[in-house]
């Protein structure tokens, strides 16, 4: 399986629990940090799109693996089958639980959610497990050290104390993504 972005993958919101956010107590995919950037197909499949008020533009790819679910995209390129590598959207900010651009990956296998980040083939360049570890011990803490995210806060009063919660780093706060990038030198 294929990462579905180029590049490092920078998760901003990890997988389960330790994805909670003020909306939901397990995050059923990753966050990877993007902004307008190109999707691509991590294995060959079906392609199947829809809307939806909380998670945006959606794709469901339904490959060898698992479904994939890619939410709060801008749009959609591929439409119907594809192959790995292919491209099949471009990742937004679409939809009522996002606080920032970024791409939710989520994968079920058998009807289970599972980690998207485990299937990646091994040799490809993306986060180690410091790295991972490092994130899911501390997301809460940046959380909180840039803004105390409580209740029922609207998507624009959340972006305007410029947090991440449910995964987006909030663009334009170029010194929280500095703060996040210094711990992967
Ligand atoms: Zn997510």
């Not at 389960?16 to 902004?35: C, E, K, L, P």
């Not at 479904?67 to 089958?81: C, E, K, P, R």
């Not at 780093?169 to 993504?177: A, G, Y």
Request: net charge positive; proline share 3%.
């Amino acid at each position: 399986m294929k990462k579905p972005l180029n590049g490092q993958l920078i998760v901003t919101n990890p997988f389960g629990t330790a994805g909670s956010t003020q909306w939901y107590s397990f995050h059923n995919g990753v966050d990877i940090r993007a902004r307008l950037a190109k999707v691509y197909a991590p294995e060959d499949g079906y392609i199947d799109t829809y809307y939806s008020q909380l998670g945006g533009k959606t794709i469901i790819l339904k490959g060898k693996t698992g479904w994939h679910y890619f939410h709060h995209l801008s749009g959609y390129i591929a439409t119907s089958n594809v192959k790995e590598g292919d491209l099949i959207a471009i990742s937004g900010n679409t939809g009522k639980w996002t606080t920032g651009f970024h791409l939710h990956w989520g994968l079920k296998i058998n009807n289970s959610w599972v980690d998207p980040l485990k299937y990646i083939k091994k040799g490809v360049d993306m986060l180690d497990n410091q790295d991972k570890n490092w994130l899911i011990n501390n997301i809460k803490n940046l959380i909180i050290d840039n803004v105390v995210v409580q209740g029922n806060k609207t998507r624009e009063e959340v972006k305007a104390n410029k947090c991440v919660c449910s995964g987006g780093l909030v663009p334009e706060d170029q010194s929280f993504i500095d703060k996040i990038k210094s711990y992967f030198k």
